[in-house]
Each structure stands twice: as C-alpha cells, then as structure tokens.
C-alpha cells in the first residue's frame, strides 16, 4: 500500500516537472533583442524592443526621463505631466496663476484654467457675460455665451419678442412663426389658401386640388365631360378609354 502511495506521488511530481519545462519558457521574460540599447525590453512586435518604463528613445539608445519639479511620469512612461495648478512650459512646469472668477483645469498644456459659469475670458481675465432680458446662459465656450428664450429673437445685444400673426404659431426652435394647416405666410401674416368649389386642401395644407371629375385650370376646378365608351381615371383628374377602344382626340373609337 505504502509502495502504490510512493509511486503515485513521484508520477505527480514527474508530471509537474514536466509541465513546468513547457510552461516556464512561455511565462519567463522575452530575452533582449541582439543590438537593443539598454534599457529597453524586449517586444514581438516591430523591431523587437521598446524603452522600459520611465525611458523614451533618444535616436537609437533609451534615455531616461528627466521629470522637472511637479511633475509626474505619463501613464506609457515615455513622457511627463505637470501637476495640477502647474503648466507646461518648455522643459518646466510652470505655477498657473488663476484669475479672479475662472477655476484651474487639469489641461496642462494650456494656461491651465477656465472661466467660471457666467463669465467669459477677455485679455487674461474673466468678465462677466451681459445676460439681456429675456434670455439665459448657455455654457458654452463660443458665441455670446447666453440664447434668448423661446419666442424671442437674439437682435444685436438683445431679445426682441417675435410677433405671431393670427393663424400662426411658434415653430419648434421657438425662434420663428409658420402658418396653421390652410393658411400660408405672405409677409408678416398669415393668408388663407383660397379653395374654390369642388376643391380640397392637399396633405401640405398650403395648396389644393381638385375633386374627382374635375381638373384645376387657373383658380377654379372645372368639370370635364367623360365621352362614350370611357371611364375617369385612377385619379379622377382626366379619363381613359375603356378596353378594346383608342383614343381619337375627345373621343373613343374601336381598335
């Protein structure tokens, strides 16, 4: 019993030596590439090695990176960021100096700060946007930096109230008027389409047709006579020949 235990235990053992052997190689560290600078490590990818961390190439060798006061390592290691409340300048960082209503950003390679809500860089500074009556702040970093309100429209430095015409309406930018369904803008107003008898509006409710059986000539819609041996057609505005007949000016004769 003892023997059988002794035996299954060295068969473990040589099994795992075993699978050691192949595995080791495939998880030990790639040996640097023939010629690689120092400092570098070996890739299989490209020419077979990058810089290590914390090192940037430098023509063909690794040269460390040199981090100046509040600075930090970027995450790939292969360059350098300031601290916040500290911008890039040059091989430096540079303290930022935030102005009076304005709020210091993490973009360190810019000046380093922004304009609070409700102000607007000028010249270094943040000045305070002129809101005009009717209107409100908008945040964003280009135009005036506020919209006016739904039914006003922006004129000059202010907001002028649009006025809607009867039988019209706002659309929905609130910035502008269209006609209601049957009517159409003619200057500042809003003008009925006129529909003449035996007519209809049409699905745009700026224009008409005429009813089945009648065809639009000018501002009226006139009836048409159907000749013998004919029937109006798909859409009422005109007629055809019933079959076995052809058209001969007004009228329908056999083929």
């Known amino acids: 019993m003892i023997d059988r235990l002794i035996q299954a235990c060295l068969s473990i ?18 040996p640097v ?9 070996a890739t299989t990818y490209g020419r077979g090695w990058e810089c290590a961390h914390g090192f940037t190439e430098w023509g063909a060798d690794c040269r460390k990176v040199e981090l100046p006061s509040n600075a930090f390592l970027s995450s790939l290691g292969s360059d350098w960021s300031c601290e916040r409340g500290y911008r890039r300048a040059k091989d430096a960082c540079v303290e930022v100096v935030v102005p009076v209503n304005a709020n210091p950003t993490n973009d360190g390679h810019t000046k380093g700060w922004a304009c609070a809500r409700g102000f607007t860089e000028s010249n270094g500074r943040c000045d305070a946007i002129a809101v005009p009556a009717n209107a409100f ?44 369904f049957g009517y159409v803008g003619v200057g500042d107003a809003c003008i009925a ?5 035996n007519g209809y509006l049409k699905g745009s409710g700026t224009d008409w047709a005429c009813d089945r059986g ?8 006139v009836a048409f006579a159907v000749p013998d041996n004919a029937h109006l057609a ?22």
Do not use: M
């Not at 039914?151 to 930018?173: F, T």
């Not at 389409?193 to 008898?197: I, L, R, Y």
């Not at 798909?234 to 083929?255: I, K, L, P, Y």
């Open 137 to 180: 702040l908008t945040g964003y970093l280009f135009g005036p930096g506020w919209e006016c309100e739904r039914g006003y429209a922006a004129q000059g430095d202010n907001c002028r109230a649009i006025l809607v015409p009867e039988h019209g309406y706002l659309d929905r930018s609130g910035r502008a008027w269209v006609c209601e």
């Open 234 to 255: 798909t859409f009422g505005e005109g007629w055809e020949c019933n079959r076995g007949f052809v058209r001969r000016d007004e009228a329908c004769v056999r083929r």
């Open 13 to 30: 053992v040589a099994s795992a030596l075993v699978v050691a052997a192949f595995v080791a190689p495939a998880n030990a560290q790639r």
């Open 193 to 197: 389409v006129p529909v003449p008898a």
């Open 214 to 221: 009648f065809t639009r000539k000018e501002s009226a819609c």
């Open 33 to 41: 590439t023939a010629g690689a600078p120092d400092n570098s490590i």
